[in-house]
C-alpha cells in the first residue's frame, strides 16, 4: 500500500481552483477539492476489475484520521470479495426497514412484511374483493383471534411449518378442530399471496395436510322417518308461540329453503297470484360475483304455501320482511327464532334443526317419491359445476319443480294427518 502523504495543515491550506483537484493520500484514498471550496473524500478500489468510487464523508466533519479509518474498513471488505458500496446500500436499506419497523410498532402497526401486514393486504386485495362480506368478516376474525397473536409479527418469510403447527395445536387443544383447518386455509392462502408478491419464497402451509387432526364431519340434525315427520308436522302446527313463528315453521318444511333465505323474505319477492317466490342473487348463498351477476333463484308455491302467506300477509304485508323482527319491523327475524321454536316443542339439537328441513326434504323427496335428483338439486339451489351449467340452470327443471313441490306439500298433509303413504315407484316426469 502506498505511504500516506496527506497531512491537516496541507488540507487546510489547500486552495481551491477552477476546476476539480484531487489530492492524493495513497492506497486510493483522496480528497476532491471543488471550485467552490468544498472537500469530499473519496476510495477508489477495484471489485472484479471493475474501478468504482465510494464516498466517505466531507471535510471537515469528517476528518483525516476517520477517513483513513473508513478506508482501511472498506478495503477489509474488498480483500473478502465484497463490495463496499453494495455493503453500504444493503446497511442503508436494513436501517430504514428498521426505523419503519420501529414506526410501525408505535402506530399499533404489523411490519412490513410480516405475516399480518401479508394477510391483511391478502384481505383486502383479494379476499373482500372475492368472498361475500360475512365471509371475509370470519376470516379476518379468526385470523385476529388465533393467528396474529402467535405468528402475525413474524416475518412470512421465515415462518415454517412448526411454528404454523404450534399455532394451530391450540385451537385444536379447545377442541375447535374445524376451526383449525379454515385457519390454516386461510393461512395457506395468505402464503400463496406472499409468493406471488415477492414477500416469501414458499407456502409452508401445504406441509400441515398430515399433521392435524381429521374433522369429524356433523351434518344437519334431521328427521326423514315418516312417522317421525308426520308427528313433527303435527307439532309445529300446535305450535302456541307467535302466529308468525309458526308460519316460519311450517313454511320451513314446505319450501326447501336455507334458514336465512326465509327469514329474510321480502314481500317484493313474493308472487301470491302467480305462486311464485323469486330469491334475489344477493341472498343466495353464492361466490360473491355469483351474488352480483348471477341468476334470481325461483321457488314454486304449491298452494298450501300460498295459503299460509295469504294469512300471513294479512299480518306483516304492510312491512318491507314477511317475517319481521317481533321487536322491530325495521329488521327481519332472528336467525335463534325458528331454532328456539323447535327446542320449546322439545326437539333438540340432535333431533332436529333449523337447516335440517332441508335434508329432510332432501331424503324424502328422492326415497319415497321418487323424483329426479337434478330436479332436487336445483331446487335446493345447489351449486352447478361449470359456468355453462350455471347459465343453464337459471330455469332449469322449472316445470319439474312446480310439480314437485305440490306432490311435497301433499305429501307432507298426509303424515301429518297420520295417513301411510306408499313410497312411488319410478320418477317424476
Not at 393467528?147 to 412470512?156: K, L
Not at 315427520?229 to 302466529?243: A, E, I, M, N
Request: charged residues 30%.
Amino acid at each position: 500500500m502506498a505511504q500516506d502523504k496527506l497531512t491537516d495543515v496541507l488540507i487546510r491550506n489547500a486552495k481551491p481552483g477552477e476546476k476539480a483537484q484531487k489530492l492524493f493520500d495513497g492506497g486510493g484514498l483522496y480528497l476532491e477539492l471543488r471550485p467552490n471550496g468544498a472537500k469530499y473524500w473519496r476510495l477508489k478500489y477495484r471489485v472484479s476489475g471493475v474501478e468504482k468510487r465510494l464516498s466517505l464523508g466531507v471535510y471537515p466533519a469528517t476528518g483525516l484520521k476517520d477517513a483513513r479509518a473508513k478506508a482501511a474498513e472498506a478495503r477489509k471488505l474488498v480483500a473478502e470479495g465484497a463490495d463496499p458500496s453494495e455493503q453500504r446500500q444493503a446497511d442503508k436499506a436494513d436501517l430504514q426497514r428498521k426505523r419503519e419497523a420501529e414506526r410501525l410498532a408505535d402506530a399499533g402497526l404489523p411490519p412490513v412484511d410480516s405475516f399480518e401486514a401479508v394477510a391483511r393486504d391478502w384481505l383486502k386485495t383479494v379476499h373482500e374483493v372475492k368472498v361475500s362480506a360475512g365471509h371475509a368478516e370470519r376470516t379476518r376474525i379468526r385470523l385476529e383471534q388465533d393467528a396474529f397473536p402467535w405468528i402475525g409479527r413474524r416475518p412470512i418469510a421465515e415462518l415454517e411449518a412448526p411454528e404454523l403447527l404450534e399455532m394451530l395445536r391450540r385451537v385444536e387443544a379447545r377442541g375447535a378442530v374445524e376451526t383449525a383447518h379454515r385457519i390454516k386455509d386461510a393461512c395457506g392462502q395468505v402464503f400463496r399471496y406472499g409468493v406471488a408478491t415477492g414477500a416469501c419464497k414458499r407456502n409452508p402451509a401445504a406441509d400441515l395436510k398430515d399433521a392435524m387432526q381429521p374433522v369429524q364431519t356433523r351434518h344437519h340434525a334431521a328427521i326423514v322417518d315418516p312417522v317421525q315427520v308426520g308427528k313433527l308436522l303435527r307439532d309445529l302446527r300446535g305450535y302456541s308461540g307467535h302466529v308468525v313463528t309458526r308460519a316460519a315453521l311450517e313454511l320451513s318444511a314446505l319450501l326447501l329453503l336455507r334458514p336465512g333465505e326465509l327469514r329474510h323474505m321480502e314481500w317484493a319477492w313474493v308472487d301470491l297470484a302467480g305462486a311464485m317466490l323469486t330469491l334475489p342473487p344477493e341472498v343466495m348463498k353464492r361466490k360473491k360475483a355469483d351474488k352480483v351477476d348471477g341468476p334470481p333463484h325461483l321457488v314454486p308455491l304449491p298452494l298450501q304455501a300460498v295459503e299460509q302467506l295469504t294469512e300471513l300477509e294479512r299480518l306483516t304485508g304492510s312491512g318491507r320482511f314477511v317475517f319481521p323482527a317481533l321487536t322491530s319491523g325495521q329488521r327481519c327475524m332472528s336467525e335463534n327464532t325458528v331454532r328456539s321454536a323447535l327446542r320449546r316443542l322439545g326437539y333438540g339439537n340432535e333431533d332436529m334443526t333449523a337447516h335440517g328441513f332441508r335434508a329432510t326434504a332432501r331424503t324424502m323427496i328422492a326415497e319415497r317419491l321418487g323424483i329426479a335428483p337434478e330436479v332436487i338439486e336445483a331446487q335446493l339451489a345447489h351449486a352447478v359445476g361449470d359456468a355453462l351449467g350455471r347459465a343453464y340452470n337459471r330455469t332449469q327443471y322449472l316445470a319439474q319443480r312446480q310439480a314437485m313441490m305440490q306432490t311435497w306439500a301433499d305429501y307432507l298433509d298426509k303424515l301429518r294427518q297420520g295417513a301411510e303413504v306408499v313410497p312411488i315407484q319410478g320418477r317424476a316426469a
